[in-house]
């Protein structure tokens, strides 16, 4: 069943129109990825979705139209890890996460807290640290504990790899891959690096120049020739 | 030496004065990144209001409630319809503009509807002056001395403490990541400009005893107030305070002892302050760096 | 909303054809020229009033409007201009008009000198240092009492008619100040156009672009602060003039809120808008006192609050609202094809 079904998705900044006819679905309890060059229009469908940005079209979340709505869907569990991160540099990294559980009852939070701080362990680690002062891998594990912290039932994950060395990515990958495992948690990842994400990914969809392609089983791109020529390098 | 002390003593109440206006200051740049120049002079208004109340024979600890709460509600009704619409797209200049609008209006509404002359305030505790050794000491004096720590102390406890204040943080901090992780944002924001007007209100009654209630009451100290704040770094209670402190007691001392300063030109030191501060270290004594843009 | 959305859309300054900016010219002038010989002392007094806040006003466009950079200090440079007036010309015996050289020049080199560091400020650091710095400007006066009188401060009876004309004393110095602030209106139109005024609107806009274009904006920055400081002297002066009385009260920060409303309400970056706004704050309290003494001040905050929510272009902006279209419809007054 969709989680998450996009239909005739425009939007852009101002005059720029940059995502033109996106459709999309998201399965429940997959890992699905967008995989699209620089400039592709990641980030702005992300946004778009978590309404961040003007969009025209349907976005369906849950059964339920998010766009023209004033709600905010972070508080109907869709939980966004924006490119660059976006943690609170100034609070400690403990702050950063019970912030992010400030919707949630107090005796819940707390459990969470030591939950991912076990997950992540360097979080745990520098749990009274100012956030500003980690490292880019830890940066980015922040803001993805600080994204679960509010007990999402979809992520949208704009570009983890960014900034980190292959090995860490991978470290962070298989995280993901085990939280998907453990809670059933709908992903939804855009990247530029396939060869990781594809090994994580339960689907995966192509966009370029603000369109999207088809979406496809993660093992059968894995396979395509275009794909491999695009963004495998080979 | 009794002078000394007696200077020493003075520059405490005239610093915690200071302070009290310099706390409002804070908590409203705390949660919007930004000076409300109305500040002093809602706080006069709101001890304006206190005083009307008593006049019409309620009594003093009601009047002083009812106004807290009403300022509280000008306070956030500011923030809701003059502020909100202006911080996503204007700059500094259009809020200072706006916030200097504010304050002619309430100066001057002041003026109005109570009429310019000077009014006399009860005092909270009268009586004997305390003797400290030498010197000596108000009783109204020691009481403003003791609500500003105690409201410094939970103005701390607020931002460090409480849901409420990490939301504050968060959202100054980073705007666009609190708005999308849902927080609620704009209700701290109005929230904290209540509290801003309620504590100058507080604040405005224990000192009009003292400086003479009347409209602009405060303004021969915002200057220094301002030099509090800023000394102290702007985004940090205690600053505000030991800010205050510093400012009052050696606007005290340098009126007294230096010669060529006099009554007249203390106020010349407070604008070095501010430029040096400003200029060599502006996150002042306890603020976080880069608290303001310079 | 539309409606708001309308009054805050940017209008460019209205274009008109040669002759009709040169039937506009005349009338103005005629007008201003005229008209002190049939009005009573006191009007002739307002006037001359305006025409030193609104060279005040005309600094302080090039400042905040063009370049960017609040100040909310300018009323020292004006009392600076004022008392230099006083002393030199009252008690000194100088020729009055040479007081506004020497008000430009010694209010050029303090607002370089004040300039110089605070300007490495920007926003609201630099609004509070000018705040401060018009925040103890009546103190200093008061401090300075040898020079200033103190408290008292210095009465006047200077710029007398010279004997060949047969005018009164307030239409002669109504003239004079005319004519000074004529002269910077013209100074202060040559500035905002053409290159110095591209690198004014450079550093407001984008620092860093600008600089990649060769503007240093430290510097342009400095100097215009220079300029307008000494345009406030020199509106400081005729100041003098106008109320033949200095005295440090007059100087606080009544008065710099006042130079704020009239750039405000003017509307910022118009060098005609300045002038509006002068005349908007000398009528405003005449045309409020029968109600209250207080509405004058509220008229200014309401005025200052109000242009900022909806009317961002000030007055100017209003005469532009109404002018684009009457322009383009009235043949003849429409720029020439
Ligand atoms: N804030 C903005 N204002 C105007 N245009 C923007 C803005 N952000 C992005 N764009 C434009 O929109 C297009 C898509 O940008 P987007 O950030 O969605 O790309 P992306 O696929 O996320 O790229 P990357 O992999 O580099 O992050 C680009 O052409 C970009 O120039
Ligand atoms: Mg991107």
Redesign the pocket.
């Given at each position: 069943m969709a989680l998450l079904e996009v239909a005739g998705l425009h939007a852009g900044?101002g005059a720029?129109q940059?995502l033109h006819e996106v459709d999309l679905t998201v399965d429940d309890g997959d890992i699905t990825v967008i995989l699209?060059?620089?400039?592709?229009?990641?980030?702005?469908?992300l946004r778009a979705l978590s309404g961040m940005l003007p969009a025209r079209g349907s976005v369906t979340y849950d059964g339920t139209e998010l766009l023209g709505r004033r709600r905010n869907p972070a508080r109907m569990g869709i939980a966004h890890v924006p490119?660059g991160r976006g943690t609170f540099g100034t609070l400690t990294v403990e702050e950063n996460l019970r912030v992010a559980g400030y919707h949630r009852p107090a005796r819940e939070v707390e459990s969470s807290i030591r939950r991912w701080q076990e997950f992540f362990p360097r979080l745990g680690e520098r749990a009274d640290q100012p956030a500003a002062g980690l490292s880019g891998g830890e940066q980015q594990m922040l803001a993805i504990a600080r994204a679960l912290m509010s007990a999402p039932r979809l992520l949208l994950l704009d570009?983890p790899s960014l900034g980190l060395a292959p090995k860490t990515t991978r470290g962070l990958f298989e995280g993901l891959k085990r939280i998907n495992d453990e809670t059933g948690l709908t992903m939804l990842l855009?990247e530029?690096n396939a060869r990781l994400t594809l090994a994580i990914a339960d689907h995966a969809i192509v966009i370029s120049a603000g369109r999207t392609g088809e979406k496809r089983p993660a093992a059968q791109m894995w396979q395509d020739e275009t794909i491999q020529r695009a963004y495998l390098g080979d | 030496m009794t002078l000394f002390l007696q200077q020493i003593v003075d520059g405490l109440s005239s610093g915690a004065l200071y302070a009290a206006t310099a706390l409002s200051l804070v908590l409203v740049y705390r949660a919007s990144g930004f000076l409300n120049f109305a500040q002093a002079e809602m706080a006069t208004f709101g001890t304006f209001v206190v005083w009307q109340l008593w006049i019409w024979g309620v009594p003093l600890w009601a009047a002083v409630s009812l106004s807290l709460v009403l300022s509280f509600f000008g306070g956030a009704l500011m923030e809701r319809t003059l502020i909100r619409p202006l911080t996503r797209s204007a700059s500094h200049l259009t809020l200072i503009i706006v916030t200097l609008g504010v304050m002619l209006i309430l100066l001057n509404g002041a003026g109005w509807i109570f009429d310019f002359g000077v009014k006399e305030f009860p005092s909270v505790l009268g009586g004997p002056v305390v003797e400290l050794g030498p010197a000596v000491i108000s009783r109204q004096s020691l009481v403003v001395i003791c609500t500003v720590f105690l409201l410094a102390a939970a103005l701390w406890v607020l931002f460090q403490h409480t849901r409420i204040g990490l939301v504050m943080r968060a959202a100054v901090d980073n705007p666009e990541s609190a708005d999308l992780m849902g927080l609620p944002t704009g209700t701290v924001l109005t929230i904290s400009w209540g509290l801003a007007a309620a504590i100058g209100t507080l604040m405005g009654v224990l000192v009009a005893p003292q400086v003479f209630l009347a409209p602009g009451m405060l303004l021969p100290t915002l200057i220094y107030s301002f030099t509090a704040a800023i000394l102290g770094g702007l985004d940090s209670p205690q600053g505000a305070i030991v800010g205050g402190f510093i400012v009052g007691i050696s606007e005290n001392l340098a009126g007294s002892y230096l010669p060529g300063i006099g009554a007249d030109f203390k106020q010349a030191v407070a604008l070095a302050i501010i430029m040096a501060v400003l200029l060599f270290k502006s996150e002042g004594l306890f603020g976080t760096k880069g608290v303001i843009r310079v | 909303m539309s409606m708001l959305a309308a009054l805050h859309r940017h209008r460019p300054r209205l274009a008109v054809s040669r002759w009709s900016s040169w039937l506009l010219v005349i009338v103005v002038l005629g007008y201003l020229l005229y008209t002190p010989l049939v009005s009573v002392p006191f009007a002739n007094t307002q006037k001359s009033l305006i025409f030193s806040y609104a060279l005040v006003g005309l600094g302080l466009n090039l400042l905040t409007g063009l370049t960017g950079q609040i100040s909310l200090g300018h009323g020292a440079f004006f009392a600076l201009g004022a008392y230099l007036c006083a002393v030199l010309v009252g008690n000194e015996g100088w020729f009055y008009l040479s007081a506004v050289p020497v008000a430009g020049v010694v209010g050029f080199a303090l607002g370089y000198l004040f300039g110089r560091p605070a300007l490495r400020l920007q926003g609201l650091a630099l609004a509070l240092v000018t705040l401060a710095l018009a925040l103890v400007t009546p103190s200093v006066i008061k401090r300075l009492d040898g020079i200033t009188q103190g408290r008292e401060g210095i009465i006047l009876d200077i710029a007398e008619p010279p004997s060949f004309v047969s005018l009164d004393q307030d239409q002669w110095i109504y003239y004079v100040n005319l004519l000074i602030l004529v002269a910077g209106f013209v100074v202060c139109e040559r500035l905002s156009r053409g290159h110095i005024g591209r690198s004014m609107i450079g550093v407001r806009d984008n620092e860093n672009v600008a600089m990649t274009l060769g503007i240093r904006p430290a510097t342009v920055k400095t100097r215009v602060f220079a300029f307008s400081a000494a345009m406030a002297a020199i509106g400081g002066v005729t100041y003098a003039y106008a109320i033949q009385f200095v005295g440090p009260e007059a100087f606080g920060l009544d008065l710099a809120i006042a130079f704020i409303t009239v750039i405000v309400v003017g509307g910022l970056t118009s060098n005609a808008g300045a002038v509006l706004g002068a005349v908007f704050i000398v009528y405003m309290p005449s045309w409020t006192q029968e109600i209250n003494q207080s509405a004058a001040g509220i008229g200014y905050g309401v005025a200052l609050v109000l242009c900022m929510l909806v009317l961002p272009a000030g007055l100017i902006g209003l005469v532009r609202i109404v002018g684009h279209p009457l322009v383009r419809r009235v043949p003849f007054l429409g720029p020439n094809r």
């Open positions: 900044y720029l940059v699209g060059a620089n400039g592709a229009g990641k980030t702005t469908l490119q570009e855009v530029q | - | -």
